[in-house]
């Protein structure tokens, strides 16, 4: 092909770069096609090593979790925040977003079991996610009362970091436990009530 023929460098740089952002964004879009549903089985392509309970929590033996990825970034409330520093307590991660209204109503009852276990060795931490405004999660946390850190990931792309296969959120609301290790112990898929919020946690808790 002659030099007339191709566009100019300039051009093909934006091309490429307009074709990643619509590659990126499409990811995420297929990640969050269930969004605020009460969410599903599925676990993701590839070897799970998981079993789903009948109450719907999925679960991993230790030995046989994976670890949870880079968590690390801005807060809802301007802050700094990585999710590895909580690495020898158990962390409960809890995705959610403003507009999502089985998210509010589980709201209290995480607001409710982090004031009961926060020093007991449980850390609680939210990934607002597809709140295009700030302000809309600040709200949100104002009105619930939630007083544990929420990173603030309105392109979802903290929740793309996750490898396939694993016990990685797939619909929102999800909750994660993870261990002590770093590794993730749990998953849920929908709104939980106070009840099945400690019986994901207390197991893992549990262990030495």
Same mark, same amino acid.
């Given at each position: 092909?002659?030099?007339?023929?191709?566009?100019?460098?300039?051009?093909?740089?934006?091309?490429?770069?307009?074709?990643?952002?619509?590659?990126?964004?499409?990811?995420?879009?297929?990640?969050?096609?269930?969004?605020?549903?009460?969410?599903?089985?599925?676990?993701?392509?590839?070897? +799970?090593?998981?079993?789903?309970?009948?109450?719907?929590?999925?679960?991993?033996?230790?030995?046989?979790?994976?670890?949870?990825?880079?968590?690390?970034?801005?807060?809802?409330?301007?802050?700094?925040?990585?999710?590895?520093?909580?690495?020898?307590?158990?962390?409960?991660?809890?995705?959610?977003?403003?507009?999502?209204?089985?998210?509010?109503?589980?709201?209290?009852?995480?607001?409710?079991?982090?004031?009961?276990?926060?020093?007991?060795?449980?850390?609680?931490?939210?990934?607002?996610?597809?709140?295009?405004?700030?302000?809309?999660?600040?709200?949100?946390?104002?009105?619930?009362?939630?007083?544990?850190?929420?990173?603030?990931?309105?392109?979802?792309?903290?929740?793309?970091?996750?490898?396939?296969?694993?016990?990685?959120?797939?619909?929102?609301?999800? +909750?994660?436990?993870?261990?002590?290790?770093?590794?993730?112990?749990?998953?849920?898929?929908?709104?939980?009530?106070?009840?099945?919020?400690?019986?994901?946690?207390?197991?893992?808790?549990?262990?030495?």
């Amino acid at each position: 092909m002659s030099a007339a023929c191709r566009a100019p460098r300039s051009s093909r740089n934006r091309t490429r770069t307009r074709r990643a952002a619509l590659t990126a964004g499409a990811a995420v879009a297929a990640l969050l096609v269930s969004a605020c549903t009460s969410g599903g089985t599925s676990g993701g392509g590839g070897d +799970t090593n998981f079993i789903m309970g009948a109450d719907g929590v999925a679960t991993a033996k230790k030995g046989e979790r994976a670890e949870a990825p880079d968590l690390s970034g801005t807060t809802v409330d301007g802050g700094q925040l990585d999710v590895s520093s909580f690495k020898g307590k158990v962390v409960v991660l809890n995705v959610w977003g403003s507009w999502c209204a089985p998210c509010r109503a589980e709201a209290p009852n995480f607001e409710k079991v982090h004031s009961d276990l926060k020093d007991k060795g449980v850390q609680f931490v939210g990934i607002n996610t597809r709140d295009a405004e700030v302000t809309n999660a600040r709200s949100f946390e104002k009105q619930q009362g939630v007083t544990y850190p929420s990173l603030y990931d309105p392109n979802g792309k903290l929740m793309l970091r996750f490898k396939r296969g694993t016990l990685n959120p797939q619909a929102i609301p999800s +909750t994660l436990v993870i261990d002590r290790e770093g590794k993730i112990a749990a998953r849920s898929l929908a709104a939980l009530s106070e009840e099945k919020l400690r019986g994901m946690i207390s197991p893992v808790l549990a262990e030495k």
